[in-house]
């Protein structure tokens, strides 16, 4: 018998016993990547015979699917396992699992094996497809189960429960080669390996086909997709590739590298974005800066200087004018000077990002940057909170331009904010609310910008302007 067909078995008796399918809760915590791997990880549970569900206290597996990025998202982590203690005395057949990046780190593994005893399955970010496995030697044996990665590799065909029916995340590639000196991403989650081109467009094709409207193509460094795998087919090429797929749909994708991003790659969105025909790229480029300053990017290993950021956006914004440019920022990076730090928000007054993420620096062990000499944390907090009101005011100049303007939105659903409110992204991903009713979640819609805030737009839906595919699938 496999160890799927006995978690299978496993699940029925739970079921026959208490009238229920029992639930499988998942947690995730951290970036899009995380997010995808919690899908996959939802979709193996249901495929094992688990529901899914929000509620942990009815659940009799818990997932928790951490980040390492940062201290605070570790901190967080941690705190909810702590939270879990009483949900397994209610329930001792609840099964606790614990794993992503946090985890496969070696001090937290062990640290989490001795704190929380509680905690009957751990694993790093190498192998979800594992999960019945790990299942099956848990139940079987009764005790716990530690699994720390060696083994990276692509694991295509494993089941995927998507949180959203027109919205999704396809990751081209995984693990990074860059060792920037304040990231853990490498040490946690391997070497940069690409999927197959043809795995990828057939899974879009399979995505398009079953209506996703919006997709998003996932790597810490895109932009080096196919290096081991093609000689000559790089991220551009799939791009174009994807661009031949039939259907009414989106596509953006996240995380490019500045030292990589390439001009011809901004010539494929420049073509595949043009407003004359459905656009298929979104006109929008996420590239993460980290800093202003040049000695800074150097001590970050980054490889790229403010000049060549900003020949690359030059460029975009020459091919394509209105494109809307986002970025990361880290604040006090070791050594960080005043005369660093006020680069940094030069370039912020310079490029007029459309939108930024910013990060106060948070040392991680064993990365380079962690030995080096520490800003002072009052010091970190209070540029943080200078840079934040430069930002903001220029996002607020910007969300201003969109008032008077019509925004094809993708909509979804009700805001969490304001329930009296539908929530939605246009195609530059600009946050949108509007008065609207469920009926239009998962649909393209005209919005009339009427006022504009700092972090989103407000607007009123124009009923006319539902597109004509909208409107065919709605009668
Ligand atoms: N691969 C992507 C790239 O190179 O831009 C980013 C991956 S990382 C998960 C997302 C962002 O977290 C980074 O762009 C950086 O700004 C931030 N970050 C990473 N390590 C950090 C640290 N030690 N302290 C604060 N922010 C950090
Ligand atoms: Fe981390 Fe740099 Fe890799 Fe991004 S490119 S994941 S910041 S090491």
Same mark, same amino acid.
Request: net charge positive.
């Given at each position: 018998m496999t160890c799927a067909e006995k978690i299978r078995l496993y699940t029925d008796g739970i079921a026959e016993r208490t009238g229920r399918r029992p639930g499988v809760s998942v947690t995730t915590f951290g970036c899009q990547q995380n997010e995808a791997d919690s899908e996959r990880l939802t979709g193996i549970a249901e495929s094992l015979g688990y529901r899914r569900t929000d509620n942990e206290e009815e659940a009799y597996l818990i997932i928790y699917n951490t980040c390492a990025v940062r201290e605070h998202a570790e901190l967080k982590a941690l705190s909810r396992t702590g939270q879990l203690k009483h949900l397994k005395e209610r329930n001792p057949e609840l099964i606790v699992c614990v794993c992503g990046c946090m985890v496969a780190q070696e001090h937290r593994l062990e640290d989490i094996k001795k704190r929380y005893p509680y905690v009957d399955i751990l694993f790093g970010t190498a192998s979800h497809g594992r999960l019945a496995e790990y299942l099956a030697e848990k139940i079987e044996s009764g005790g716990r189960a530690f699994y720390p990665d060696s083994d990276y590799q692509i694991e295509e065909g494993l089941p995927v429960c998507r949180e959203s029916s027109f919205k999704a995340w396809v990751s081209v590639m995984y693990g990074?080669? !860059?060792?920037? *000196?304040?990231?853990v991403v490498p040490y946690v989650r391997g070497r940069e390996r690409s999927r197959r081109r043809e795995c990828i467009l057939e899974e879009i094709r399979g995505l398009v086909a079953g209506g996703v409207r919006d997709i998003t193509l996932l790597g810490q !460094?895109? !932009? &080096? @997709?196919?290096?081991?795998? @093609?000689d000559d087919y790089s991220f551009a090429d799939l791009l174009e590739d994807i661009c031949g797929i039939e259907g009414d749909y989106i596509i953006r994708f996240m995380t490019s590298h500045p030292k990589d991003a390439t001009f011809r790659l901004i010539d494929v969105m420049a073509e595949h974005s043009?407003?004359? &025909?459905?656009?298929?790229?979104?006109?929008q480029f996420h590239l993460p800066l980290q800093s202003g300053s040049d000695r800074i990017l150097r001590a970050m290993n980054r490889r790229y200087t403010r000049d060549r950021y900003l020949s690359l956006v030059n460029y975009m914004r020459e091919k394509i004018p209105d494109i809307a440019v986002s970025t990361d920022i880290i604040v006090g990076f070791p050594g960080e000077t005043e005369e660093d730090f006020s680069d940094t928000l030069e370039m912020l007054e310079t490029v007029r990002f459309d939108a930024f993420f910013s990060f106060i620096y948070s040392p991680r062990k064993g990365t380079p940057a962690a030995r080096m000499e520490q800003v002072p944390d009052d010091v970190k907090t209070e540029r943080f909170a200078r840079m934040l009101e430069v930002q903001n005011r220029i996002s607020r100049e910007k969300n201003d331009l969109y008032v008077g303007r019509t925004e094809r939105v993708l909509v979804e659903g009700r805001s969490k904010t304001d329930p009296g409110m539908m929530t939605g992204r246009n195609e530059k991903n600009r946050l949108i609310h509007f008065r609207g009713d469920? &009926?239009? *979640?998962?649909n393209f819609v005209n919005v009339k910008i009427i006022s504009a805030d700092t972090y989103y737009v407000e607007g009123a839906f124009e009923k006319e302007g539902l597109d004509e595919q909208n409107e065919v699938q709605s009668h």
């Open positions: 990074c080669d !860059n060792f920037c *000196t304040y990231c !460094n895109v !932009n &080096s @997709y196919g290096k081991g795998l @093609y043009r407003q004359d &025909s459905r656009p298929r790229i979104a006109r469920d &009926s239009l *979640t998962g």
